[in-house]
C-alpha cells in the first residue's frame, strides 16, 4: 500500500480577482519523485507557496503524514517539509559550512541561554551538528569547500548547497523549485543523479521544472498545472502522450479546457482596464 507523505486537498489561492491556483489536489507518496509542470504562469510556484506555508490557502488544507500543517514556514520545515527556492537563497558572506549548520537549527534542541554560555551540552550539540553537516556537504560532493566562502562558488555548487542546506532540516519531503535553472548538461545530469540518490536515501521529492527531458527522466509521475488548474497527472509516458498537455504547452485551445472560465475573466477584466484608461486618457487630452 501507499502511504502518503504530502496531501494538499482542494487548495485554492486567490489574489484579488486573479486565481492562481484554483481547487487542487494532489498527493505525494514516500518514495516517490514527483514533478509538477504547466506553462509560464501556471501557478506552480504560489502552490509550493501554498504547500510551505508561505502563503496562507485561500481554501483547502495541506497534509503531511496525515496530519493538516499550519501555515507558517518554520513549523512546515520542522514537521518535515523543505524547499529550494527558484532563485538562489544563500547567506552569501558565510561560508559552505555555516550555510549548512544554518538549515540544521530547526533540528537542534539547544536553546539560545545554552548556545550565549556555550556550556558542555551546546558544545556537544554543536559537534554533532557539524558532524552531520559534514556528511551533508560529503553527499552533495561539497565537503573540500567546507571553507570557502558560497559566494565564491560557481553557479552549479551553490544550487548543490542550497539543496543540502534545505536537507539539513532532516526532511521527509524535498521541494525543489527548477533545480537545474542556469545549469549547463554537465550540471543538469549530476542533479539528476542527485535527486535519485536523495530518493534512495528515503526522502520523497517534489520538484517543479521547466526541463522536460530532465523531468520525465527522473519523476515517477508527473502533474501538469495549466491556469491554476491541474489538467492531467500520471506516469510520465501517460503525460508525454496527453495530447492537451502538448495542446496547453503550445497555447492552443483543447476541449473542456479547464483554463475558460479563467480566460474570460482575465479577458473581461482587461477589458474593464482598457475601457478606463480610454477615459482617463481623453480626460487627460481635454486639459
Ligand atoms: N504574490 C502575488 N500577487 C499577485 N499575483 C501573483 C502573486 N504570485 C503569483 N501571482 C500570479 O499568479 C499566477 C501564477 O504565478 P506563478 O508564479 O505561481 O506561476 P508559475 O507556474 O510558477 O510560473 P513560472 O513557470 O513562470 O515560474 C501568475 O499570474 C502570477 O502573476
Redesign the pocket.
Known amino acids: 500500500m501507499t502511504t502518503p507523505v504530502l496531501e494538499a486537498r482542494d487548495v485554492t489561492m486567490r ?2 480577482g ?1 486565481t ?1 491556483v484554483r481547487s487542487v489536489d494532489f498527493t505525494v507518496n514516500a518514495g516517490e519523485i514527483v514533478g509538477l509542470i ?10 509550493f507557496n501554498c504547500l510551505t506555508g508561505l502563503y496562507v490557502p485561500t481554501e483547502g488544507t495541506v497534509s503531511y503524514k496525515g496530519t493538516v500543517l499550519p501555515p507558517k514556514p518554520h513549523l512546515v520545515t520542522q514537521a518535515g517539509i523543505a524547499r529550494t527556492f ?1 532563485n538562489i537563497r544563500l547567506f552569501a558572506n558565510m561560508t559552505v559550512l555555516e550555510n549548512v549548520l544554518v538549515g540544521r537549527h530547526t533540528r537542534t534542541k539547544e536553546g539560545l541561554w545554552s548556545a550565549l554560555l556555550r556550556g558542555p551540552g551546546f558544545k556537544k550539540a554543536e559537534r554533532a551538528s557539524e558532524e552531520r553537516a559534514m556528511e551533508l556537504l560529503e553527499f552533495i560532493g561539497l565537503d573540500h569547500k567546507r571553507d570557502h566562502l558560497a559566494r565564491n562558488l560557481p553557479y552549479g555548487e551553490q544550487r548543490k548547497l542550497e539543496i543540502a542546506r534545505a536537507m539539513a532540516s532532516e526532511p521527509g519531503l524535498l521541494l525543489l523549485d527548477e533545480p537545474t535553472a542556469g545549469m549547463n548538461p554537465q550540471e543538469t545530469r549530476a542533479t539528476e543523479e542527485l535527486v535519485f540518490a536523495i530518493r534512495d536515501k528515503g526522502i520523497a521529492v517534489l520538484l ?1 521544472e ?1 526541463d522536460m527531458r530532465f523531468v520525465f527522466n527522473l519523476s515517477d509521475r508527473v502533474a501538469v ?1 495549466v491556469q ?1 488548474e491541474k489538467l492531467v497527472e500520471g506516469t510520465p509516458d501517460v503525460v508525454q502522450a496527453d495530447e492537451r498537455v502538448v495542446a496547453a504547452y503550445l497555447g492552443e485551445p483543447f476541449e473542456g479546457d479547464p483554463g475558460e472560465a479563467e480566460a474570460a475573466e482575465v479577458e473581461a477584466a482587461e477589458a474593464a482596464a482598457d475601457a478606463t484608461g480610454t477615459a482617463s486618457t481623453t480626460k487627460g487630452e481635454a486639459k
Open positions: 489574489f484579488g486573479l492562481a504547466g506553462p509560464n504562469g501556471a501557478g506552480k510556484t504560489t502552490f527558484q517543479i521547466h498545472l491554476g
